[in-house]
């Protein structure tokens, strides 16, 4: 899946707070994979999550190869507005 940069990064900032925390423990992820997906890239202790960044217009494009954290951010925030 194709995104722009700042797509994610408003999905990110749109999150209720705890959210992160929240996608980390459902997906029993470490907390940092949850940031570096967001375009936290300076935490040291998360894994790679199959995110390719290509510059250009809107921060460029993000190539998700796993959406299982992008999809649970979309729910949550479906959630939030309910």
Known sequence: MNI?????????DSLPD????RIARELDLNVETVWNYFGG???REGRPMGVHLEEGPDGGVV??????IL???????????N
């Open 63 to 68: 190539a998700l190869d796993d959406t299982r």
């Open 18 to 21: 705890g959210s992160i925390h």
């Open 4 to 12: 722009t940069f700042n797509e994610l990064r408003k999905i990110k």
């Open 41 to 43: 890239y300076n935490h």
């Open 71 to 81: 999809d649970l951010a979309q729910n949550i925030l479906r959630e939030s507005h």
